[in-house]
């Protein structure tokens, strides 16, 4: 590389008379869509906030990853939620709920029909988020039940 140096007003200048610069292909990084998780972040039990934790709680999947009691879910994508394993009794409905930090309880889901399975498909939101979920049970020769609720966050 050939140049010439000038002192203009006490900044130096370089005029470059021949350069050859070399350009690298950036490296490829394959991205889900559904799926928008740094590759470095790992399962962080500070951002679980559940107000009724306990062992009977919904199962989510897919997951991040967790502890069963709070789980890391992707953002923007289809997880999921059945009731909780040790339900005594068959019931007739189930609610499932969504609780973010801060916000009113919002319905997710019903299932009216036990008999193939109880579940729902929830959309987790696109954004980073933080919440509980839970179920409220229905049968005919019970009142509701409610079961703890699972703590999940996404982002």
């Known amino acids: 590389m ?33 799926q928008s998780v740094p590759a470095e972040a790992v399962f962080d039990p500070t951002r679980c906030v559940s107000d009724n934790p306990g062992p009977n709680v919904v199962g989510v999947s897919p997951v991040i990853d967790g ?40 319905v997710i889901g019903v299932d009216h029909d036990a008999t193939d399975g109880i579940s729902i498909v929830w959309q987790t939101p696109p954004f980073p988020f933080q919440g509980q979920l839970y179920v409220i049970i229905y049968s005919d020769d019970k009142g509701p039940v409610d079961v703890n609720t699972l703590a999940v966050y996404g982002e």
Request: glycine share 10%; charged share 15%; net charge negative.
């Open 67 to 106: 502890d069963g009691r709070c789980y890391r879910l992707p953002t923007g994508t289809e997880i999921t939620v059945s009731q909780p394993p040790d339900i005594p009794f068959m019931p007739v409905m189930v609610e499932f709920y969504y609780l973010g930090v801060g916000l009113e309880p919002d």
């Open 2 to 34: 050939k140049g010439k140096s000038t002192i203009v007003g006490g900044l130096l200048l370089l005029a470059l008379t021949a350069c050859t610069l070399t350009a690298v292909a950036p490296a490829t990084v394959a991205i889900n869509p559904t």
